[in-house]
C-alpha cells in the first residue's frame, strides 16, 4: 500500500471527547446569560410603572404635593438578596427655610424625610423572579468577594427597567411637570444617577443636580 494512501486518524488522549462537550455547554450556558442580560424586562418594567403610579395616585388623593421623587432599587453591593424597591418623595415644606435653594438638600435622597417601603409587592415579586432567573444561569466563583462582570450586567439590567418605567410614567404624565425624577443609591456614584437625572428631568434641574453630584456635568 503506498503511503501516500494511508488515512491518519487523530488519536485523542481518553476523556478528549467530554472535555469538548464541557466546553461546548459552557459556551452555550454562557451564551444564554449574555443574551438575558442584554435583553429587557417588560414584566418588570410594567410592574414598577403600576405600583409606583399608585402610590403616586394615593399622594396626590390625600392633597400631598412634592417637588421630588426617587426610587431606591436594592442594592446587589450591600444586600445578598436585593430583590425589594423603596422610594422617596420630598415636599418644599420638608426643606429647612435656610437649605431651601441650596442644592445638595433639595436633589439629595439621602437627606430626604419620607421614605416609603411597602405597597410595592408586585415589583419585588418581580425583582423576586429577576433575581432567581439570574442565579439559574450564573455562579459566582467561590473565591470571589467581588462584583463579577457578569453581576455588574445584572445590576444594570435592573437600573434599565427602573428607568424605563420612570420614562413611561413622566410621559404618560403621573408625575408633574418639573417633578425632580433620579434612581439613587445612597453614597454612591454609580452612573445611573447622573443617567436618570440626565433622562428624567428638565436641562436647568438637571444642571443644577450636576452641580453638585455630577463633577462631569
Known amino acids: 500500500m503506498s503511503v501516500q494512501n494511508i488515512t491518519h486518524v487523530p488519536v485523542y488522549p481518553a476523556g478528549f471527547a467530554g472535555y ?25 418594567v410594567a410592574a414598577i410603572a403600576a405600583d409606583i403610579q399608585r402610590h403616586v395616585c394615593e399622594l396626590r388623593s390625600s392633597g400631598d404635593s412634592f417637588y421630588g421623587y426617587a426610587a431606591l432599587p436594592g442594592d446587589y453591593c450591600t444586600q445578598p438578596n436585593p430583590a425589594s424597591l423603596v422610594v422617596a418623595f420630598n415636599r418644599e415644606s420638608d426643606l429647612a427655610a435656610e437649605h431651601s435653594n441650596e442644592p445638595y438638600y433639595r436633589y439629595s435622597v439621602d437627606e430626604w424625610q419620607n ?16 433575581l432567581s432567573e439570574f442565579k439559574k444561569l450564573h455562579t459566582r466563583a467561590e473565591d470571589s468577594y467581588q462584583l463579577d462582570k457578569h453581576e455588574i450586567a445584572f445590576i444594570a439590567k435592573t437600573n434599565r427597567a427602573v428607568l424605563k418605567a420612570l420614562m413611561e410614567l413622566k410621559t404618560n404624565r403621573t408625575f408633574a411637570d418639573g417633578t425632580y425624577l433620579i434612581i439613587w443609591f445612597s453614597d454612591s456614584e454609580d452612573e445611573i444617577m447622573n443617567e436618570s437625572a440626565r433622562a428624567l428631568n428638565t436641562a436647568q434641574i438637571y444642571e443644577q443636580y450636576a ?6 456635568g
Open 20 to 44: 469538548i462537550t464541557l466546553a461546548t455547554q459552557k459556551m452555550t450556558s454562557h451564551d444564554q446569560l449574555q443574551a438575558w442580560l442584554n435583553s429587557d424586562a417588560p414584566e418588570l
Open 211 to 216: 452641580s453638585e453630584f455630577h463633577a462631569g
Open 115 to 130: 421614605y416609603v417601603r411597602d405597597g410595592f409587592e408586585n415589583t419585588n415579586s418581580a425583582l423576586e423572579s429577576q
